[in-house]
């Protein structure tokens, strides 16, 4: 099978020479032709001598696309029937290639792999968001806290572990757009990305233009791959800027004016909850879960699920706490019943 695979590029030269690795690698083991091509949105002069180095072909654009843009680009700069669009900050594991190709082949539109944050596969990274306009309003009463705010996580939840807990194939087009596999006459029947999205939610714009055609879209957890997550952003001082335009631009395409309207309006009416307190609760249940959250909310957030031989532990792996941008997480540990047994925060400085 033959595979283009479009890494879209920003100031992480050392990351896309690791993602390419493991890219060769996948596909020499399950004998896949790759059409490597690297859209190079950012990069300094001696890093740019770094990737014309690797076995991909870099597309140049002189100036930042966007996500949307460079992915964009890739794909038309390939040929290949089936497409992989990617994060230079995402490892794929063996097999992944083939899991997801095969996923194609068997006529599904889109696919999207299982995410892990670290090497050793302990957490989890979430699905993407639900979409609809009762979950953009219950994700917007929860910043005024109390019930509103644990009945969100309780929803969240639900919604994170149908795909944490998957063990076969099943339907879902809230994925990730940090590795998304997609046929091109799909991607040429729904469109490209909008790349009026600068950064952030293009790809969600995308799925649900495609779930509206009827195409189909399945998340594949036989697809393994670590995404080192936001490694290109953390140093981006507008990256926040860019997130709150991508937002209401999505809002605003998606449930028309007024709904946003009424959004921002519950939103700036709440603030979110404070730091909760390091506390724990006196409990025989045994711990779970561990969910980690930048949200003051909790959620989303990413899941170590303790094995039944496992200690239960709010420490987090070396390799995780090394990657950390600044700011506070919020470590929630929780019985098999979803019981609150402890709460801690971890405070990571600029």
């Given at each position: ?39 190079d949105n950012g990069s300094r002069e001696q890093d740019s001598r770094l990737l014309s180095s690797l076995p991909a072909r870099r597309l140049d654009p ?69 979409v609809g306009r009762w979950s953009e309003l219950q994700r917007v009463l929860a910043l005024r806290g109390g019930g509103w705010a644990s009945q969100a ?198």
């Amino acid at each position: 099978m033959k595979l283009a695979i479009v890494l879209v590029h920003y100031h992480t030269p050392r990351l896309a020479q690791r993602a390419c690795e493991a890219l060769l690698a996948d596909a020499e083991r399950s004998q896949h032709e790759l059409e490597l091509v690297l859209v190079d949105n950012g990069s300094r002069e001696q890093d740019s001598r770094l990737l014309s180095s690797l076995p991909a072909r870099r597309l140049d654009p002189g100036r930042n696309l966007g996500y949307a843009g460079g992915a964009n680009l890739g794909v038309r700069e390939t040929s290949a029937e089936r497409v992989v669009v990617m994060n230079p900050d995402v490892i794929v594991l063996p097999g992944c290639l083939e899991a997801l190709g095969s996923t194609l082949e068997a006529g599904v539109a889109v696919a999207g792999p299982r995410f892990y944050w670290d090497a050793e596969r302990r957490f989890l990274l979430p699905p993407t968001e639900r979409v609809g306009r009762w979950s953009e309003l219950q994700r917007v009463l929860a910043l005024r806290g109390g019930g509103w705010a644990s009945q969100a996580r309780r929803s969240w939840r639900r919604h994170a572990r149908r795909h944490w807990l998957a063990e076969q194939t099943i339907s879902s087009c809230d994925l990730s757009g940090a590795l998304l596999a997609f046929r091109r006459s799909v991607w040429q029947q729904i469109g490209p990305f909008d790349e009026g999205y600068r950064l952030y939610f293009e790809e969600t714009d995308w799925l649900q233009r495609l779930a509206r055609s009827g195409a189909s879209c399945r998340y594949v957890p036989a697809a393994e791959a670590v995404h080192l997550y936001a490694q290109s952003t953390v140093a981006e001082g507008q990256a926040q800027s860019w997130f709150l335009q991508s937002n209401r631009r999505f809002r605003r395409r998606t449930y028309g004016p007024r709904f946003t309207r009424i959004l921002e309006r519950l939103g700036g009416q709440s603030s979110p909850p404070a730091t909760a307190p390091q506390r724990s609760v006196a409990s025989s249940a045994r711990a779970a879960w561990l969910e980690v959250s930048p949200s003051p909310l909790g959620f989303p957030a990413a899941a170590c699920r303790f094995a039944q031989d496992t200690e239960p532990s709010t420490q987090l792996p070396a390799e995780i706490r090394e990657r950390l941008a600044p700011g506070t997480y919020r470590l929630r540990m929780l019985s098999e019943a979803d019981r609150t047994l402890a709460l801690d925060t971890l405070a990571v400085p600029p």
